[in-house]
């Protein structure tokens, strides 16, 4: 399984996520590339303890059953899900500057994001606390989700 845990599959994500452009077409959702690459910023600085994220609301389907589908099953996450509002560009997270400043700030926050994974401080908005191998995971997940949204 992919995961931000393996060189290789770092190093292949972050290239898909560099031929990403300002005119990438979206495939489905609202988002512009722009705003993609700030969500996912948003998300990364959530995770290191840099943004604050609305608060975890834990139960048993989120911690144990979704988290370990949305993990493990090997399966494309849905269209549609709405994220929290502070980090979608569209409801009050980030909003898009210069292309190229946006996607270096982004591999940036990504590798620091690799590089701490074992101590991040927080818990992930909808599963809940996560471990090292969890949020590399997670982190993967994302990325590779928004970057098919944008057909990368």
Do not use: N
């Not at 005119?23 to 995770?47: F, N, Y």
């Not at 940036?108 to 701490?116: K, P």
């Amino acid at each position: 399984m992919k995961t931000f845990a393996h060189p290789p599959d770092t190093e292949l994500l972050l290239a898909r996520l560099r031929r990403v452009s300002p005119d990438s077409e979206r495939r489905w959702g609202r988002m512009t590339p722009g705003q993609m690459l700030c969500h996912l910023s948003d998300a990364m600085r959530h995770s290191l303890g840099e943004r604050p994220s609305s608060s975890y609301r834990p139960t048993w389907w989120r911690t144990k059953g979704m988290k370990w589908i949305g993990l493990w099953v090997p399966i494309p996450w849905p269209h549609g899900l709405r994220s929290r509002p502070e980090l979608d560009p569209q409801r009050g997270g980030s909003q898009p500057g210069e292309f190229a400043k946006d996607l270096a700030t982004l591999e940036d926050l990504t590798r620091r994001f690799i590089a701490g994974a074992a101590t991040l401080p927080g818990a992930h908005p909808l599963f809940g606390p996560l471990t090292a191998k969890e949020w590399l995971r997670w982190c993967w997940l994302h990325h590779d989700h928004h970057l098919r949204q944008f057909g990368v």
